[in-house]
C-alpha cells in the first residue's frame, strides 16, 4: 500500500488500490483494510461506482448497517436517473427503519425519496406509519393532504379525509380545520 503513494498516475494508483482492497478482502480477511482502500479509491475518484459498489457488498457482508446506509446514500448522490436515486434511498431508509430501529433517520431519507417523487406511495406509506409512532401529527397532515390529492377514488379520498380531519381535531386541537375538513368529505 505505501508503494502506491509513489504511483504518479491516477488511474494506475486506482487500479492498484482496486488490486490491494481485493486482497485485503478475500487472502487477508481484513475487512477494515479493505474498506479503508475502497475509501482511498473514492477519495481519488468520487464517481467510482467500483468501489461504492465494493464497499455496499462489503458492509452488507458484515451486517455493517450504518456504513452499509452511508455508502448507500453516497451511491444515491452519484447516480443521475431519479428513479435510482429514489430505489437506493428507499433501500437505505428500509434498512434505517426495520434492521437499525432508526425512525428518525429512516425520516429523513423517505422525505429525500419524497423531495424526489412526491407521489411515490411507498414512501408516502412509510412516512405515514413513521409519523405516527413518533407523534409528529403536523407532517403527518401534511402526508394525508398530499395523499387525497393523489387519490382517485372517492371513498378512499372520504376515508383520508376522516383520519385528516381526527389529527386536526384530536392531535393538532384545530377545530376549525377538523370542521372544514370533515365539511369536505
Not at 485485503?24 to 475502497?38: F, G, L, N
Not at 429525500?112 to 405516527?132: F, M, N, R, S, W
Request: charged letters at 30%; one cysteine or more.
Amino acid at each position: 500500500s505505501a508503494v502506491v503513494e509513489d504511483v504518479v498516475d491516477e488511474q494506475l494508483c486506482i487500479q492498484l488500490l482496486a488490486k490491494i482492497a481485493d486482497v485485503q478482502e478475500r487472502a487477508i480477511e481484513d475487512v477494515k483494510a479493505a474498506a479503508a482502500t475502497y475509501e482511498r479509491i473514492l477519495s481519488l475518484d468520487p464517481s467510482s461506482f467500483a468501489a461504492i459498489d465494493a464497499l455496499i457488498e462489503l458492509h452488507r457482508r458484515t451486517n455493517d448497517f450504518s456504513a452499509l446506509v452511508t455508502c448507500v446514500v453516497r451511491k444515491a448522490e452519484m447516480v443521475e436517473p431519479a428513479d435510482d436515486k429514489k430505489q437506493l434511498l428507499l433501500y437505505a431508509a428500509n434498512v434505517r427503519e426495520t434492521v437499525m430501529e432508526d425512525p428518525a433517520g429512516s425520516v429523513e431519507l423517505y422525505q429525500q425519496v419524497v423531495a424526489l417523487d412526491d407521489t411515490d406511495p411507498t414512501a408516502l406509506g412509510a412516512l405515514e406509519k413513521l409519523y405516527i409512532s413518533l407523534q409528529r401529527w403536523e407532517d403527518l397532515k401534511d402526508i394525508y393532504q398530499r395523499k387525497t390529492e393523489l387519490t382517485e377514488d372517492p371513498s378512499e379520498r372520504r376515508q383520508i379525509l376522516y383520519v385528516l380531519g381526527q389529527v386536526y381535531d384530536r392531535e393538532l386541537n384545530d377545530r376549525d380545520r377538523a370542521i372544514d375538513t370533515y365539511q369536505a368529505i
